[in-house]
């Protein structure tokens, strides 16, 4: 079983900061794609950033310039830095990976965080 586990969430102003991490943990071969969703309240779940194995990234337009993902390989960790929040920042933030299970194994399995608020006061 893989479990994610987020941290840092919480309320901000806007124009300020807040990091996001999570963690990786379980039994599993590798890890394909790490990245964050975002929903909003009344809201679809939407992409935010993900890293893919290796150095691709990929940001939703909206947060462009403003938030930078990361990845650590060996700890199996990924994390946001959200600069110059907005109000429209404000969402329930999760993680997911997209693990491949087993040596050989030609199918990726998506996992999700339990999710992390963030909240942006105008």
């Known amino acids: 079983q893989v479990q994610l586990v987020e941290s840092g969430g919480g309320l901000v102003q806007a124009g300020g900061s807040l990091r996001l991490s999570c963690a990786a943990s379980?039994?599993?071969?590798?890890?394909?794609?790490m990245g964050w969703y975002r929903q909003a309240p009344g809201k679809q779940r939407e992409l935010v950033a993900v890293?893919?194995?290796?150095?691709?990234?990929n940001y939703a337009d909206s947060v462009k310039g403003r938030f930078t993902i990361s990845r650590d390989h060996a700890k199996n960790t990924v994390a946001l830095q959200m600069n110059s929040l907005e109000p429209e920042d404000t969402a329930v933030y999760f993680c997911?990976?997209?693990?491949?299970?087993?040596?050989?194994?030609?199918?990726?399995?998506?996992?999700w965080g339990q999710g992390t608020q963030v909240t942006v006061s105008s």
């Open positions: 379980g039994s599993f071969f590798s890890i394909s794609a």
């Open positions: 997911h990976a997209d693990i491949v299970p087993a040596l050989g194994s030609t199918r990726l399995v998506r996992y």
């Open positions: 890293i893919i194995s290796g150095s691709s990234m």
